[in-house]
């Protein structure tokens, strides 16, 4: 069981907008400790999407957005491209466990 | 341009002792706030995070595995090391080594991995 809890999947059509969700806790995400998004195809390095909630580097199109509210946050992914195809996991910190944890991952389709 | 690539033995046997090495390019571990992370993912599991050092040679690790890891780094070679003792096969993973940076925000030290190696499979056989 991961300390972040994602849904395992999510899919949409070419054009439409998904949003991934990452459940936490008060010793984390509710703490105040921000969230961090990363994009991962199978047998590559995960690639860095979002850090602080909601600021991407460079090269990341702004079609992806993060958002957080209380013991949760959220990945939003406008205007779909069937190369944003991949696995997406989420990053905070847990007081309580002092150390650095994930969400399980969800993965997206495009259909 | 920041790249990192792990490596390391693809088998060993339960009970050895697993050591990996992360060489990276692009920064450099004598730089202040720079930092490097161990995370591990088995197969069809979500990502665990191991083992930090810092620039300045602070070394944090996973609270349940802290009696196995040591994490070291011999800047010159630009590289950092990871050992971990008495493996088992539920330590079956592909492992990680990113680059770890920081920010304060809302309050604290914010940290996020910005450059990520691809991983080497490490199988542990009983």
């Known amino acids: 069981q991961s300390v972040l809890t994602q849904p395992p999947s999510v899919s949409g059509a070419p054009g439409q907008r998904v949003t991934v969700s990452c459940s936490g806790s008060n010793s984390n995400i509710g703490a105040g400790y921000d969230v961090h998004w990363y994009q991962h195809l199978p047998g590559t390095a995960p690639k860095f999407l979002i850090r602080g909630n909601n600021n991407r580097p460079s090269g990341v199109p702004d079609r992806f957005s993060g958002s957080k509210s209380g013991t949760s946050a959220s990945l939003a992914i406008t205007g779909l491209q069937a190369e944003d195809e991949a696995d997406y996991y989420c990053q905070s910190y847990d007081y309580s466990l002092s150390g650095w944890v994930f969400g399980g991952g969800t993965k997206l389709t495009v259909l | 341009q920041v790249t990192l690539k792990e490596s390391g033995p693809a088998l060993v046997k339960a009970t050895q002792t697993l050591t990996l090495t992360c060489t990276f390019s692009?920064?450099?571990?004598?730089?202040?706030?720079?930092?490097v992370s161990w995370i591990r993912q088995p197969p069809g599991k979500a990502l665990e995070w191991l083992a930090r050092i810092d620039w300045d040679d602070d070394k944090f690790y996973s609270t349940s595995l802290k009696t196995r890891l040591t994490i070291s780094k011999a800047t010159s070679k630009n590289q950092v090391v990871l050992t971990m003792t008495n493996m088992d096969p539920v330590d079956t993973a592909t492992y990680y080594c990113?680059?770890?940076?920081?920010?304060?925000?809302?309050?604290?030290?914010?940290?996020?991995?910005?450059?990520w190696g691809q991983g080497t499979l490490v199988t542990v056989s009983s």
């Open positions: 990113a680059r770890m940076r920081s920010y304060y925000g809302s309050g604290s030290n914010q940290y996020y991995f910005d450059y």
């Open positions: 692009g920064f450099s571990l004598t730089t202040s706030g720079m930092r």
